[in-house]
């Protein structure tokens, strides 16, 4: 199996100069996908780092991260990334531990483990013995609980909102109240196999309540629909009153209707406008 990472040159004699350097303090010693692992007695951590960094000139500490195994005695795995820049080479060393024994902290080592050993216990809850400064560098204040554990819930167990009552944020526990519903994921087509709130009085369109939108006719059942109504009857020419004979009111309405209102036989034609006169003596 080829490694996704950018390809490093093994260190040769690597495996020789760790049991030589760390002697009972190395647990484990793997070379995988052309990186090297080693495993070591976690009370020992803070002396094997040392060991590394003044003798095998492994100058930076690149990450602290944290991996959760449930199913073993001691759970959790603090992993330290390595790297040697006169050597060009990474090396992963990891420890052991659980949620009541602290892991030695490196932080008189590299300054940097610090933050590192903070995002670790935050994430896992791992305690670091050493670090002055073990606090929570990503939750909130007054979070409880760690969000990697593998058995946190992914909901967590509270939640953060504002109160237009209170006029600040406040915290309440977690209502899982869609653990209670149901969910479907069924055609939208077809529809719920049940009847949804409000569908009970459903009907009209020939389908029986909660069965969802009618199956889209195909193209035969279009052409034949189209055939069927090209042979019936054209509808009706509908009714209009435009004139005053179509308002249905008989004869004698009709005559009244066309006979102009008192008011429009009082009322007078306008006079015609008359042609400005010539001035007498010509033209001026």
Do not use: C
Request: hydrophobic letters at 35%.
């Amino acid at each position: 199996m080829a490694s996704p990472a950018p390809l490093v040159a093994p260190r040769a004699g690597l495996a020789a100069e760790l049991k030589k350097l760390l002697g009972k303090d190395m647990l484990a010693h793997v070379f995988a996908v052309e990186e090297d692992s080693i495993t070591v007695a976690r009370d020992a951590v803070d002396g094997v780092m040392v060991s590394l960094r003044d003798n095998l000139d492994y100058q930076q500490l690149m990450e602290i991260a944290g991996v959760d195994y449930p199913d073993r005695a001691e759970r959790f795995e603090v992993v330290y990334h390595l790297l040697s820049v006169t050597r060009n080479h990474r090396l992963r060393v990891r420890v052991s531990t659980d949620e009541a024994t602290p892991v030695p902290t490196i932080v008189p080592v590299w300054p940097n483990a610090g933050w590192l050993e903070r995002e670790v216990f935050d994430m896992y809850g791992v305690l670091f013995a050493g670090n002055t400064d073990l606090r929570r560098i990503l939750t909130d204040y007054g979070f409880q609980g760690h969000p990697q554990r593998k058995d946190f819930p992914l909901t967590g167990y509270t939640e953060m909102r504002y109160s237009e009552e209170d006029k600040r944020v406040i915290y309440e526990p977690v209502r899982l109240a869609q653990d209670f519903r149901s969910f479907d994921f069924l055609s939208p087509w077809e529809g719920a196999d049940y009847v949804l709130p409000g569908d009970e009085k459903a009907g009209g369109t020939g389908e029986a309540p909660g069965k969802g939108a009618p199956t889209p006719m195909t193209a035969q059942q279009v052409k034949k629909a189209d055939d069927e109504a090209a042979k019936k009857a054209p509808p009706p020419t509908p009714k209009t009153t435009e004139k005053p004979e179509q308002t249905g009111a008989g004869k004698k309405a009709n005559k009244a209707a066309a006979k102009p209102s008192k008011d429009a036989a009082k009322a007078k034609a306008p006079a015609k406008p008359r042609a400005p006169r010539k001035p007498k003596g010509g033209d001026a």
